[in-house]
């Protein structure tokens, strides 16, 4: 497999993956399907996307997106990171985070967070084994389906 940074070519094979995770509802409190359209605004010239992917074509995708307006966190950024279901388990999530670790520092950013559902094991572990800390549970964050869930925050300085 390859990593590379993503274009807005590359925005409808993520929106399918990103979809396809919504969808799942094992992984953000998002519910609305994306479409490319949707996802072409990501490239917004600040905040890296890098794509993971072999002969067959994009598999995983991993982003950055603005974590606060206020200026002071400008270094700051949010990430998401999904893999194509079948394509789990085989270092895909390990490879996107790590390029988007070096894409995000080399935009000049300088932490890394997001929040994880506290079930979201494979999650959990993929972040662990690249250097994201646990900070502690944010009880009742949002509802998914009716359901109040808790979330981990984690973050990583660059
Ligand atoms: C979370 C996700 C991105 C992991 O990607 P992946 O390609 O399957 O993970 P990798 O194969 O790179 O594994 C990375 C690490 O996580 C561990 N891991 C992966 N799946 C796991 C699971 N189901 N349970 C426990 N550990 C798991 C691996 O053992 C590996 O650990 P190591 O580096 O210490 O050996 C993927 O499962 C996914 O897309 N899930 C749905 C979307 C999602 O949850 N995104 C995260 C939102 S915060």
């Keep these: 497999m390859k990593v590379r940074p993503a274009t807005?070519?590359?925005a409808a094979?993520?929106?399918r993956i990103y979809s396809a995770g919504i969808e799942e509802r094992v992984a953000t409190f998002e519910t609305r399907p994306r479409?490319?359209?949707d996802v072409e605004r990501w490239?917004?010239?600040?905040h890296p996307v890098v794509v993971v992917e072999d002969e067959d074509g994009v598999f995983a995708f991993a982003?950055?997106?603005q974590y606060r307006q206020r200026e002071c966190y400008a270094g700051i950024a949010e990430f998401s990171v999904y893999v194509a279901r079948e394509a789990r388990g085989r270092g895909a999530g390990h490879v996107a985070m790590n390029a988007l670790i070096d894409s995000a520092r080399a935009a000049g950013f300088w932490k890394l967070l997001s929040r994880v559902f506290v079930e979201n094991e494979a999650s959990r572990a993929l972040l662990r084994s690249v250097g994201f800390r646990e900070i502690g549970i944010y009880e009742r964050h949002a509802?998914?389906?009716?359901?109040?869930r808790d979330v981990v925050i984690v973050e990583r300085l660059l």
């Design 35 to 37: 479409s490319a359209a």
């Design 43 to 46: 490239f917004d010239g600040v």
């Design 13 to 15: 094979t993520i929106a």
């Design 63 to 65: 982003s950055t997106s």
């Design 143 to 148: 509802q998914l389906d009716g359901v109040w």
């Design 8 to 10: 807005p070519a590359d």
